[in-house]
């Protein structure tokens, strides 16, 4: 298995909405691992529009298992601005019109801002073939690419650092890195939820039983990650119980009851 750690700088103001509160559309602190994996151009999406605003994340990442997985981009440092937009007409009357999923006609944006950073990794199995995709094949060759992300399309800048050493353990580990907790195999033991991820449910420090996992060195970084991460492992209506940890009311965090995640 090789595994790459990827930087992500944002060059652009992104916005897509994570949570809506009213008219006030927020941006997550996060880059899901679906976005980054149509953002580095692995999916091949027939056909090219989609009128009826649904995703078809199944059919398009699953062909990935086996060959490639990429975790989500957790944030190092994260700076928001927010805007307003009104797309509305200018007329007395205003016709009834199809609303839209992904562009509401009036309300405020909170963006992540141009500077912002994230981490994440991406998992490329030995036995795995080829990927037609450019820019992945730039990134493994150690040089930088710029992608698109968010409902604006705007710039990031993306690289990649091959791990110097990469052991395959089987033991009760420690999992700091953003996962997806759809793509697990295994349920953590407790973990710490972030809030209103979308489309699936996000997690981060995450302990985990004797299971296996990967065990990469980045200089004198020891990143753990769990073995057998697939886009889409769990079907949609399996539900995952464990036992997670959230943000107290003071700042710390406290252990809840077992209780069920969802998708």
Same mark, same amino acid.
């Given at each position: 298995?090789?595994?790459?750690?990827?930087?992500?700088?944002?060059?652009?103001?992104?916005?897509? /909405?994570?949570?809506?509160?009213?008219?006030?559309?927020?941006?997550? *602190?996060?880059?899901?691992?679906?976005?980054?994996?149509?953002?580095?151009?692995?999916?091949?999406?027939?056909?090219?529009?989609?009128?009826?605003?649904?995703?078809?994340?199944?059919?398009?990442?699953?062909?990935?298992?086996?060959?490639?997985?990429?975790?989500?981009?957790?944030?190092?440092?994260?700076?928001?601005?927010?805007?307003?937009?009104?797309?509305?007409?200018?007329?007395?009357?205003?016709?009834?019109?199809?609303?839209?999923?992904?562009?509401?006609?009036?309300?405020? /944006?909170?963006?992540?801002?141009? *500077?912002?950073?994230?981490?994440?990794?991406?998992?490329?199995?030995?036995?795995?073939? /080829?990927?037609?995709?450019?820019?992945?094949?730039?990134?493994?060759?150690?040089?930088?690419?710029?992608?698109?992300?968010?409902?604006?399309?705007?710039?990031?800048?993306?690289?990649?650092?091959?791990? &110097?050493?990469?052991?395959?353990?089987?033991?009760?580990?420690?999992?700091?890195?953003?996962?997806?907790?759809? &793509?697990?195999?295994? &349920?953590?033991?407790?973990?710490?939820?972030?809030?209103?991820?979308?489309?699936?449910?996000?997690?981060?420090?995450?302990?985990?039983?004797? /299971?296996?996992?990967?065990?990469?060195?980045?200089?004198?970084?020891?990143?753990?990650?769990?073995?057998?991460?697939?886009?889409?492992?769990?079907?949609?209506?399996?539900?995952?119980?464990?036992?997670?940890?959230?943000? *107290?009311?003071?700042?710390?965090?406290?252990?809840?009851?077992?209780?069920?995640?969802?998708?």
């Amino acid at each position: 298995m090789q595994i790459y750690r990827g930087e992500l700088e944002l060059l652009d103001y992104v916005f897509y /909405a994570t949570t809506e509160r009213g008219s006030v559309h927020e941006t997550g *602190g996060f880059i899901h691992n679906y976005a980054l994996a149509y953002a580095l151009g692995l999916v091949r999406s027939v056909p090219y529009t989609n009128l009826t605003q649904q995703p078809r994340y199944e059919e398009e990442l699953t062909p990935l298992n086996g060959q490639l997985y990429i975790t989500p981009a957790a944030p190092q440092q994260v700076a928001y601005s927010t805007v307003q937009w009104n797309t509305l007409r200018e007329s007395y009357g205003i016709p009834k019109k199809q609303p839209s999923l992904g562009y509401p006609d009036w309300g405020f /944006a909170r963006m992540l801002r141009p *500077g912002s950073r994230f981490t994440f990794y991406v998992l490329i199995s030995d036995q795995g073939k /080829a990927l037609d995709a450019p820019a992945l094949s730039q990134l493994l060759q150690g040089n930088p690419v710029r992608v698109r992300l968010g409902k604006f399309m705007a710039k990031a800048r993306m690289q990649l650092r091959r791990a &110097d050493r990469v052991t395959e353990r089987t033991e009760a580990f420690f999992a700091e890195s953003y996962l997806n907790w759809r &793509d697990l195999a295994e &349920d953590p033991e407790f973990c710490d939820v972030v809030v209103a991820s979308r489309p699936t449910r996000l997690i981060s420090r995450a302990q985990f039983s004797a /299971a296996p996992h990967y065990e990469a060195r980045f200089g004198e970084d020891i990143i753990r990650l769990p073995a057998n991460m697939r886009f889409l492992a769990r079907p949609p209506g399996k539900q995952a119980t464990s036992t997670t940890r959230k943000p *107290g009311a003071a700042g710390g965090r406290k252990t809840s009851s077992k209780r069920k995640g969802r998708s």
